[in-house]
């Protein structure tokens, strides 16, 4: 029979949104309540009538708690076949009812954690009746319905509501498949809690789990699909966490473009606007406020950020907005957006608006995970940060103040850009980016000439890269990079060092007098 009426269901929930307006639809169409502890006080106080499952199975809740519905009365009416004469004889001779209906969202161990719990609390917050419960009633799913989502409440509501009490087949299966996802997210919650309290970075056995948020209508091109999950209770702030405040929905490509602006606009302290397309900059710049800091980004590669995505680190102004609106771009995410800047950009219904709240901490350590065929690479976020202080002179000149300042600058923007990665700053504006190339010195080469198009179409005598610092996200392994920079006007150099021709290169920063110094990091960005 594909349809079964709901004549009895248990009722077990941490989270009571909606509980007693969906218990009282139940009661209201004969379902006898069964249910434990909070979730039957809940229901009782709503007067409701129910049926604490000690008294149902005449067995004590016991040992704080832990159990109560670990009990054959409970498993064996979600487990047992309907129409088996077999199963029913064994239900009829012990006294076993069948429960039509489970209702349970477990113990909020993934909230617990996020808050920072301690050991103990967070151990204590691990369900096992309820995932017990739930895989029994899932596996059991041609008569038994099961809810392990709030937002199901009403799915079940409408069903009931028009088979006469009953639900399909065809929603039991799909609340299966949602209940032992659920349980599966809930199981590698754990298993991650205990390998990070453990620092087991890479343990023998890892589970990725997600929260679908946005379905795409496409992946990277239209005869691909996507969607977009997010993981876990305690969001990085960003795309996971924005607030759209208007436009089209975000694409696949969007959410990828506009996560890598927002995670380049983090990097920096002071005021900074990164301007992104295809995953890397073609403008990023700091300034006194945040006008001028997207005024000059935007000069960098004004043809390149047609279409692009603008992500700033602090509010977003009307003066800002205003600036932007002159220019056609898919998205703009900030921390926040104050009043006037929402209404500069109402005329442009397809922009889209994100505010997330916050802004990421680049230092702060994570995982990056990407397929492969047949399995998967993780690897720790590039949380890496060069500081002053570790910069390693090797060249007869040393930079100036200026110098130094722009070459910490350019080398957090070459850690956002594809490799081979080469970046021309000059007093905290890009003035020239080369990405993804299979040579370094056409980075450098590619940057050079972009630089001197921008200066060209903006009427300028000379192009930015004269008298700027470069910055190489891996070490030059000939000196052709680096005499292809100071051909471009480059006066300073910032790269990880590092190659069997390090002399060889230094030797050639010192004949063109340019100071060089070395991080010992590298950022690679594939």
Request: with cysteine; proline share 4%; charged share 20%.
């Amino acid at each position: 029979m594909s349809d079964r009426p709901i004549r009895r269901a248990l009722l077990s929930v941490s989270d009571k949104t909606g509980l007693v307006e969906f218990a009282r639809f139940l009661a209201g169409q004969g379902v006898e309540l069964l249910s434990t502890g909070g979730t039957a006080k809940a229901m009782r106080e709503a007067g409701l009538t129910v049926i604490e499952v000690a008294d149902y199975t005449g067995f004590p809740e016991m040992l704080d708690g832990r159990v109560k519905t670990l009990h054959p009365k409970v498993h064996g009416g979600l487990l047992g076949i309907r129409g088996s004469a077999e199963h029913e004889a064994a239900m009829a001779a012990h006294g076993i009812a069948p429960i039509d209906l489970l209702v349970v969202n477990l113990y909020p161990f993934e909230e617990t954690v996020a808050k920072g719990a301690d050991w103990e609390t967070c151990v204590e917050n691990i369900d096992i009746g309820g995932p017990a419960m739930i895989r029994a009633a899932s596996k059991n799913h041609d008569a038994v319905t099961v809810v392990v989502d709030v937002e199901d409440y009403a799915v079940v509501t409408g069903e009931m509501t028009a088979n006469g009490g009953a639900t399909s087949l065809g929603l039991r299966k799909r609340l299966a498949a949602t209940a032992y996802a659920r349980t599966g997210a809930y199981d590698a919650a754990i298993s991650s809690w205990f390998a990070r309290e453990l620092g087991d970075t890479f343990p023998r056995r890892i589970v990725v789990a997600g929260e679908l948020k946005q379905s795409c209508r496409y992946g990277e091109n239209p005869h691909q699909q996507a969607a977009y999950y997010t993981s876990g209770v305690k969001l990085r702030p960003g795309v996971a966490t924005a607030r759209q405040i208007q436009g089209k929905e975000l694409s696949y490509n969007n959410l990828n473009d506009t996560d890598a602006a927002f995670e380049l606009a983090a990097e920096f302290d002071q005021p900074a606007v990164a301007i992104i397309k295809h995953a890397n900059p073609c403008g990023v710049a700091a300034g006194s406020d945040m006008v001028s800091a997207y005024k000059a980004a935007l000069a960098c590669d004004p043809v390149s950020a047609f279409g692009g995505i603008i992500a700033l680190n602090r509010r977003l102004d009307g003066a800002t907005a205003e600036e932007i609106c002159k220019l056609f771009t898919e998205v703009v995410i900030a921390p926040e957006a104050d009043d006037a800047a929402i209404a500069a950009f109402a005329a442009k219904k397809n922009l889209r608006l994100l505010v997330t709240g916050g802004m990421p901490d680049p230092a702060e350590p994570g995982m990056t995970l990407k397929a492969i065929a047949g399995g998967y690479l993780f690897q720790s976020r590039d949380s890496g940060r060069v500081s002053l202080q570790e910069l390693k002179v090797v060249t007869k000149r040393a930079p100036t103040d200026q110098e130094l300042a722009d070459l910490l600058f350019a080398f957090r923007v070459c850690k956002h850009v594809k490799s081979n990665a080469i970046v021309y700053v000059k007093n905290g504006v890009t003035v020239g980016i080369g990405a993804g190339q299979m040579s370094r010195v056409d980075s450098s080469r590619i940057a050079a000439w972009k630089s001197k198009e921008a200066a060209d179409a903006a009427g300028q005598a000379e192009a930015g890269t004269i008298g700027s610092v470069v910055a190489s996200d891996a070490f030059f392994p000939f000196a052709d990079g680096l005499l292809a920079a100071a051909a471009a006007g480059a006066t300073a150099v910032i790269q990880p060092g590092g190659s069997m021709r390090d002399a060889e290169v230094i030797a050639a920063a010192d004949e063109k007098g340019l100071a060089m110094v070395l991080t010992g990091m590298r950022h690679f960005r594939h």
